[in-house]
């Protein structure tokens, strides 16, 4: 049974900084890619960043760049993502995916995140 399962959303202050995670099961985690995308109110769910299975190449949209990092630990089946300097604009419940060629999408459930004063 595939589960991905995030925790660490809350309410954070402008500038400052949370850590998600997102422990996996049930799927050969070393073989994904894995994601974060987020989804606004109102909004389409975007993708935020990426790490490739081995090797540590990572990617990330232009508007987290700089302040967001995504590591994976293949050992213990985690991928978090560090976000730093958070902005209003970053509220949203955040999605943790594993994906490989051909097609396989696994989601977890969300957590959410919201950046306020």
């Known amino acids: 049974q595939v589960q991905l399962v995030e925790s660490g959303g809350g309410l954070v202050q402008p500038g400052g900084s949370l850590r998600l995670s997102c422990a996996t099961s049930?799927?050969?985690?070393?073989?994904?890619?894995m994601n974060w995308y987020r989804q606004a109110p109102g909004k389409e769910r975007e993708w935020v960043a990426r790490?490739?299975?081995?090797?540590?190449?990572?990617t990330y949209a232009d508007s987290v760049k700089g302040r967001f990092t995504i590591p994976r630990d293949n050992a213990k089946n985690t991928v978090a993502l560090q976000m730093n300097i958070l902005k209003p604009e970053d509220t949203a419940v955040y999605y943790c995916?594993?994906?490989?060629?051909?097609?396989?999408?696994?989601w977890g459930q969300g957590t959410q995140v919201t950046v306020s004063s």
């Open positions: 995916n594993a994906y490989r060629w051909p097609p396989v999408n696994y």
């Open positions: 790490i490739i299975g081995t090797g540590g190449t990572t």
């Open positions: 049930g799927f050969t985690f070393s073989n994904y890619a």
